[in-house]
């Protein structure tokens, strides 16, 4: 985990319930208010998001492999996004 500078040692899988969890024990991540906006502490991060949206986040951007545009070569997190692009 590279969350707050990555002094944390816990591994992390993909799974976002897991990565909720996780921020929960390990870093103090309080349950509740899901809609209140919240900054991703991960090391080089700092992208601010809905609360609810930061295992997502977490797990499709800094956990995930990245998936490629083949026409200009941009990189992105998600499948979706990329079809969008």
């Known amino acids: 985990c590279r969350w707050s500078g990555g002094s944390c040692i816990s591994p992390l899988t993909v799974d976002k319930s897991e990565v909720s969890r996780h921020l929960q024990i390990h870093h103090g991540v309080k349950i509740g208010g899901d809609k209140d ?3 991703c502490n991960w090391d080089g991060c700092g992208k601010e998001m809905k609360k609810e949206s930061i295992s997502r986040h977490i797990v499709a951007v ?5 998936t490629e545009c083949g026409s200009c070569g941009k990189q992105f997190a998600r499948l979706d996004s990329k079809l969008r692009h």
């Open 62 to 66: 800094h956990l995930s492999n990245k």
């Open 37 to 39: 906006k919240m900054t």
